[in-house]
């Protein structure tokens, strides 16, 4: 199983970016998806999921408003798009796979399967 993340990069504050995360040798579509992302000096925390089930999202409180989390069962796909982004959003992202569906997706160990991440900067 492989998650590959891509999609990130340096931005202005107030800025735009999409997140994107395939994945290869698993089951897509009976999978739920989440991102999570580590801060340099900080522990890795939870920003969103998206289950298999019924596609029901959730959100940290620090991006309700400004981040979409989606996917695309056919591509093998997810997506995260950011905007309004600030520089306390600058941080390792990370795209993980879950077998579970609720509210265990806003937990690490509900994840199985994780991508090596991709670097997202916000200067202000």
């Known amino acids: 199983v492989q998650l590959q993340a891509s999609g990130g990069g340096l931005v202005q504050a107030g800025g735009s970016l999409r997140l994107s995360c395939t994945a290869s040798?698993?089951?897509?579509?009976?999978?739920?998806m989440g991102w999570f992302r580590q801060a340099p000096g900080k522990g890795r925390e939870f920003v969103t999921s998206?289950?298999?089930?019924?596609?029901?999202?959730r959100y940290a409180d620090s991006v309700k408003g400004r981040f979409t989390i989606s996917r695309d069962n056919a591509k093998n796909t997810m997506f995260l798009q950011m905007s309004s982004l600030k520089p306390e959003d600058t941080a390792l992202y990370y795209c993980?796979?879950?077998?579970?569906?609720?509210?265990?997706?806003?937990?690490?160990?509900?994840?199985?399967?994780w991508g090596p991440g991709t670097q997202v900067t916000v200067s202000s």
């Open positions: 993980a796979a879950s077998g579970y569906y609720g509210s265990q997706l806003q937990e690490e160990v509900a994840y199985t399967y």
């Open positions: 040798g698993l089951a897509f579509s009976v999978y739920s």
């Open positions: 998206i289950s298999y089930r019924d596609r029901s999202r």
